[in-house]
Structure formats: C-alpha cells, structure tokens
C-alpha cells in the first residue's frame, strides 16, 4: 500500500493523499519522500494548475513519526536528506495554486505542512497544534517562521511555546485557515475553491503568488541618517 497516494484529473488538478489512517497519517521518511516526489511531478508537469492536499481516515495527519526521531545513520546525514528533498522549499515556492483540506488533528508537520499552502479550509472539529514542543523539539518545519507570517503574533508565540491545540473557531478567527465548514462538507468548499482558480485565466493565481513570495523575501530597505 502506498503511503501517499497521488490523482491527477483532466482539469489539471493533482491530489495528493496522506495515506496512514492506522498511524494518524504521521509523516514518516518515505512518506517525505513521496511527497517531494509527487510535487516535483505536478512543477514539471505544464497542465497541472492546483495541488490539494488531504488526509486519509479520521485526521489529517497527528505530525511527523516521532518513531523515527534521533534513527538516521548521523547528523550530517539526516541534515542532507533534508536539504536534497525540502518538502517545505519546494512547496513554498511551487508554482500551482495549492489548497489544504484539514480535518481532525492537524498537529506539528501536519499543521506546518498546510501553512505553505496558498489556501487552508477545515472541518468543523479540527484541532490544531504543535505538541512537539513538550517534548523539548523546536518545530522544525516552520512553523516558528509561518505562524507569526499568518496569525497575530502573540497567537503564533502561545500556539510555538506551549503547544496546546486551538479549535476552528479560534482557527477562523485568527486567520490560521481561511474558511470552516460544517461536518461532510469540507469535499464541496475545497471543490468551490479548485473551481475559483480554475475559473481564471491559466496561470493568473500562480503568478500572484510568484510576486508575493519574491516580494516577501525582499530584503527590507535601511535607512542611513
């Protein structure tokens, strides 16, 4: 069985599924892998227009395997696994329009996946949070970087520093996603936003987002009195 599963329909909307409902969807090393995989796919391929992202089962996913925590062979080895496969990169600066559809937990990398997507919508019931800070991890998917970009600060500083989880109605408000719907209705609004995009002229929403992210990563102007 396939740890992520990938659909690409005819409109040139890709899918891709975490698929490990038995273990929360926890995001293990292959699954990071496939990931990447799949998103280079939908970069190489020209009709591929928007990427939604979803999760198997009863959540999105409850974060990253913590099984796997402190296994790689050194250091240096799991710091060159990320930097030649960063997910967080590539999404972040992927050129299709990408949507999250965010159900039941959506805790650590299952939160900080999303938070590089250009649109969040959630079932109503959803939590979120960043438990691993309990244990003495630092988020290291960004969400010390994307949080404060997103939500208020002090929101962002509560949710990195104690790890206790918001719901969707606090989620709503502080903008952390960016509608809520009722239970069983989460397939039909992120439908509604596939159709948005689609409706534009080929290529209008990716190159928003090409300017946006260039103007974020700008280098601030410095003012010499």
């Known amino acids: 069985m396939s740890l992520v599963l990938f659909e690409l329909d005819e409109r040139g909307v890709a899918t891709i599924t975490l698929n490990r409902p038995e273990r929360l969807n ?13 998103l280079q796919a939908c970069r190489d391929i020209p009709d591929v227009q928007v990427v939604v992202f979803r999760g198997e089962g009863s959540c999105f996913s409850a974060g990253a395997d913590i099984s796997e925590f402190g296994t790689a062979p050194s250091v240096m080895a799991s710091r060159a696994a990320r930097h030649d496969r960063d997910v967080w990169d590539l999404l972040l600066h992927h050129r299709c329009t990408t949507i999250a559809a965010m159900h039941g937990y959506c805790f650590g990398a299952g939160l900080e996946l999303p938070l590089y997507c250009d649109t969040r919508i959630a079932s109503e019931g959803a939590t979120f949070a960043l438990p691993e800070v309990s244990l003495g991890y630092i988020p290291s998917a960004g969400a010390t970087q994307m949080l404060p970009r997103l939500i208020p600060p002090g929101v962002a500083a509560s949710m990195i520093l104690t790890g206790e989880p918001i719901d969707t109605v ?8 960016d509608a809520v719907t009722p239970p069983g209705a989460l397939g039909g609004a992120v439908e509604d936003a596939v159709t948005r995009v ?16 260039a103007e974020a990563s700008a280098p601030a102007a410095v003012s010499i009195r």
């Open 26 to 38: 926890a995001i293990n090393m292959a699954m990071r892998d496939e990931i990447w995989e799949h």
């Open 170 to 177: 606090a989620a709503g408000r502080w903008g952390l996603v």
């Open 198 to 213: 689609l409706r534009e002229a080929p290529g209008a929403a990716q190159e928003r987002r090409r300017r946006m992210i």
